[in-house]
């Protein structure tokens, strides 16, 4: 039986990717040091195979056709009953799981002692981040939109930015003694990493391979073309096996982010609700006694650059969306002559889209 179960619970847009990568690269040598980060079996990475027992536990069917995720969970719980050491699970959609949820969740690893770790990063850097992130993934609404809901708590990933709730459900059944919050740090390096190693009780020298998955950011031009992409695309695209290979890992994550345009930021008119929501996650912080890694002065938003102007990604012009999408169709049409196309299709496609365009 497993001495300890760390269940990191997102939140979001918080170096989870990274650490999801890092722990699975060196996955051999943690487990050599008694620390177990699984995948259901050979054929599926932890990442995937984490990621689907999260889906299965919350009763979600996202990036794939109905039930596929079915039976993951217990599969990675009983896995994690038979391994001796610490077994880390991790997937950032956990982070609004529901009460009910949360109770199974923590009652599927038996006697096994169950931590929650938490990341947490200030709000003026996560909301961009977590807009841009969707649009990546295909989704269509707008800037304002996407904050508007954020600041009336209505969808999941606001339920998942909330620190104090989210610490509050899970603190229903796990004690305050195993409750974490790796706070990000502002500045990027190794130190995340460090946090991330203290709180599992890891030593850094047993995972010496650096991470090489990349998920930079994008200007406000690149992201704006993307978003409009999106609309003219059917939805159905989203599923297609392709989408996030060519769309998100090819496009977005490797040509578009070489380019430079303003950087997106938080409105101004947003700057007092920011730095209210973390106040109340260092208010409840201080007060709850919950083990905090890293100086929680990191949740606070840094004052703003006064060399930076803010743009709105919502209403910027149409001559920097089109050299940014000049830049994709360049890339887009230099990966197609790549590929060996024997049917004829990918041609096909190509040219019902330029039609669409054409006639749109």
């Keep these: 039986m ?63 056709p109905a039930g596929h995720a079915e039976g ?43 931590h929650v770790v938490y990341s947490a990063r200030d709000m003026a850097r996560q909301l961009p981040a977590a807009w841009q992130e969707s649009i990546k993934q295909g989704r269509r609404w707008s800037y304002r939109s996407f904050l508007d809901r954020v600041t009336t708590q209505r969808p999941w990933f606001a339920r998942a930015f909330d620190l104090p709730g989210v610490l509050a459900t899970w603190g229903e059944v796990v004690p305050t003694e195993r409750l974490h919050v790796v706070a990000v740090p502002q500045t990027s390096g190794p130190e995340l990493w460090q946090r991330f190693c203290a ?40 599923r297609e096996a392709r989408f996030d290979e060519l769309m998100r890992e090819m496009l977005a994550q490797d040509r578009l982010v070489r380019r430079q345009s303003a950087p ?42 006064p060399d930076v102007a803010w743009v709105n990604p919502d209403k910027i012009g149409p001559k920097p969306q089109l050299r940014a999408a000049l830049d994709a169709l360049s890339a887009m049409t230099l990966e197609a002559t790549r590929r060996e196309d024997p049917d004829g299709k990918i041609v096909a496609k190509v040219r019902s889209r330029v039609r669409e365009l054409r006639d749109d």
């Design 72 to 114: 993951y969970w217990e599969a990675m719980t009983r896995k994690a009953r038979r391994l001796s050491g610490s077994v880390i699970i991790s997937h950032e959609i956990l982070a609004p799981a529901t009460p009910s949820q949360v109770a199974k969740a923590v009652a599927s690893f038996g006697r096994a002692e169950v």
């Design 264 to 305: 997106l930021l938080v409105p101004p008119r947003l700057d007092p609700w920011v730095e209210e929501e973390a106040q109340r996650w260092i208010d409840y912080l201080t007060a709850s006694g919950v083990h905090v890694v890293g100086d929680v002065e990191d949740l606070r938003p840094r004052p703003r650059d």
């Design 199 to 238: 709180v599992f009780e890891i030593d850094p020298d047993w995972a010496p391979r650096e991470s090489e998955a990349v998920n930079a950011s994008l200007g406000v031009a690149e992201t704006a073309m993307l978003r409009r992409l999106n609309r003219r695309m059917r939805r159905d695209a989203r």
């Design 2 to 64: 497993s001495r300890a179960v760390y269940l990191h619970i997102g939140a979001p847009k918080t170096g989870t990717t990274y650490l999801q990568d890092r722990l699975a690269v060196n996955a051999r040598s943690l487990a050599a040091n008694g620390v177990h980060f699984p995948a259901r079996n050979p054929m599926t990475s932890p990442a995937l195979s984490q990621f689907r027992a999260a889906l299965d536990l919350l009763d979600q069917d996202w990036g794939g």
